[in-house]
């Protein structure tokens, strides 16, 4: 087995925020994407918020919780889809009542990971959207073979 080398990150001169839930963290982390697939590279510090994390350690440790076992494909699938479409599964929506559930499943479960990591401080404000930031999604949002 490769031992693995781990480069720490540089310090930002700025104040680091911290994300109030693993539910910004995720919505922040498929903007993230979005952007990189759209062209874009990520840079850190760059963005008016300085993150304590990059987009791919979001990434990581959902598919650390999918290799344990904690998360399945389906829970995967409502992550991307809700994700994609930026809003949370409507709890009201018959349709919509068994993703609701997979989807606070994995936030929980990502949820603890990130407040272990400090990349998700329980109780700050979630203000994730902001009235003078608009961004444009593009390309196929289809549900994920859902």
């Not at 850190?44 to 598919?63: K, L, S, T």
């Amino acid at each position: 087995m490769t031992e693995q080398r781990l480069f720490p990150k540089p310090h930002s001169a700025r104040d680091i925020t911290p994300f109030s839930s693993a539910r910004q963290a995720w919505f922040w982390f498929v903007r993230c994407q979005t952007a990189r697939i759209e062209g874009a590279r990520v840079v850190a510090d760059a963005g008016e918020v300085v993150r304590p994390c990059d987009p791919d350690d979001v990434y990581n440790a959902v598919m650390r919780l999918k290799k344990a076992g904690i998360l399945g494909d389906r829970h995967l699938q409502v992550l991307e889809y809700f994700g994609l479409v930026e809003r949370e599964p409507e709890s009201r929506d018959p349709r919509e009542r068994d993703k609701g559930d997979l989807w606070q499943q994995a936030l929980d479960a990502l949820e603890n990971v990130l407040v272990t990591r400090g990349i998700v401080k329980r109780g700050e404000d979630e203000s994730f959207h902001h009235e003078d930031v608009a961004v444009e999604l593009g390309g196929d949002l289809s549900p994920c073979g859902m």
